[in-house]
């Protein structure tokens, strides 16, 4: 799978390449507003709760109830969602849990969605539910008309036995890591965004439905 892979990243990546040096200013405007959106907006708004989020799961021991789980993991939002329904020691098939768990963090949908790019008041609570109760539909539908998948085995996180200051360090190193690499991932994906907006500029639909299929943050604020 990999080697039919490579060759099509290498195809993009040299593409990529001869669009940043045949048009410079494009790429600085895109990557300049990419940071602008990772430091302004999903740092103090997703930062915390990836913090709180992880601390949460500290605390809170392990249970073998996919339930208890898969609401931990709509919290927590994904990848980790799916991570804790994978790393779930029970029998059985997981996929409805798993599809159910993979979703947006709330963080994400309530402030960064809901109120600071559509401006909705209370009805951002609304529009919470609605996603959540889209994904649980999704995950009855393809329980009931798709065949299980086999999970790939995933590392059981061990029992820590360090100070809970040290585990609370730890997780502010990871939160902290895991918001740079969606920094590194927008400030690229930013620059594709800003391409398909001169590119394509007479086709406002096209433009947010490209940009939205590449990076999920650059597409809404491109609504």
Known sequence: MKQHIRPVLLIITF??????????????????EGLMLWFNTLIPTLLPFLILSSLLRLLIPKRHNLWFMTGLGIISGYPIGAKLIAEMDTKGPKDFFLS????????????????????????RYLFMATLILCS???????????PNSKMLPVEQNQASSEPLLKEIDNILLTSFLTITKIGGYVILFSIFSEFMTVFFANYPTLQV????????????FLL
């Open 15 to 32: 593409i990529s390449i001869f669009f940043l040096l045949c048009f410079p200013k494009l790429a600085l405007a895109g990557s300049k």
């Open 209 to 220: 439905l490209l940009a939205g299929s590449l990076e999920l943050t650059s597409g809404i």
């Open 100 to 123: 159910a768990a993979n979703n947006p963090s709330p963080m994400f949908v309530l402030i960064l969605v809901g109120q600071t790019t559509l401006n909705l008041g209370g009805e």
């Open 136 to 146: 649980l539909l999704s995950a009855f539908l393809g329980n009931l008309f798709l």
